[in-house]
């Protein structure tokens, strides 16, 4: 089965822990997406690749890494900067056209709490 | 920033009615995306509509395109509890293509 997946789907952090959010897809998909959800919120960019080894910030990237050593792979970082990080994460992919997007394909979401 | 911003925040109908929710943008687009997402769930897309089109049909789906208002319609005709979701409109921009920006969504409640 073709997809995406995001792990885990819970995930718990004290304060001031890195912890790092896993996106991998199957899709063979050029870009992938990091979003942030905040609750009844739409969606905020963090993160985007169009290709290995190249990503750009979003509209909310501090307090957030990323890498992009494989095509498969989107792995977030939220790191100790990133003062309030409970939010429920979606990880997306797209084939990238030329100058058109297509449609994103969505993983189910890491919902982080910090305790 | 969000590009988008969707009209109503919430919306409760009966089974059976009409269902239409509004997009507004700000930029120039190459496309528009509608999207679904159930609670606690990832999004899932229900239809693209480019720039050149006005109006796109999916089953009981109908999105309009105004480029010169710079909005979007989507309406869910003979509307089921199980359209009970929240929707996104989403864009691109011709400044930017790779970016992939979502409104604030519409949250639908159809009751049986």
């Known amino acids: 089965d073709g997809g995406i997946t995001q792990s885990p789907k819970y995930l718990f952090r004290k304060e001031g822990q890195n912890v790092t959010l896993s996106c991998e897809q199957n899709?063979?998909?050029?870009?992938m997406y990091w979003y942030r959800q905040d609750p009844g919120q739409g969606l905020r960019l963090i993160y985007y690749?169009?290709?290995?080894?190249?990503?750009q910030k979003g509209d909310i990237a501090e307090g957030y890494s990323v890498s992009r050593e494989k095509k498969e792979s989107f792995p977030l970082t939220v790191t100790s900067a990133q003062k309030n990080p409970t939010a429920f994460y979606l990880c997306?992919?797209?084939?990238?056209?030329?100058?058109?997007?297509?449609?994103?394909?969505f993983g189910q979401g890491t919902r982080l709490t910090v305790v | 920033s969000q590009q988008g911003e969707e009209d109503p925040q919430a919306l409760s109908i009966q089974e059976g009615e009409n269902a239409t929710m509004n997009c507004s943008y700000k930029?120039?687009?190459?496309?528009l995306q509608w999207y679904r997402q159930n609670s606690g769930r990832g999004l899932v897309h229900l239809i693209l509509?480019?720039?050149?089109?006005r109006e796109k049909h999916s089953g009981r789906l109908r999105v309009t395109l105004d480029t010169s208002k710079k909005s979007s319609s989507l309406l869910i005709t003979a509307s089921r509890a199980a359209d009970t979701a929240s929707y996104f409109c989403?864009?691109?921009?011709?400044?930017?293509?790779?970016?992939?920006?979502f409104g604030t969504g519409t949250r639908l409640q159809v009751f049986p």
């Open positions: 930029t120039s687009i190459n496309n």
């Open positions: 690749s169009q290709i290995v080894n190249d990503f």
């Open positions: 989403a864009t691109d921009a011709t400044y930017n293509t790779d970016k992939l920006i």
């Open positions: 899709l063979n998909h050029d870009a």
């Open positions: 509509i480019r720039s050149n089109e």
């Open positions: 997306a992919s797209s084939i990238q056209e030329a100058t058109l997007n297509t449609e994103a394909f």
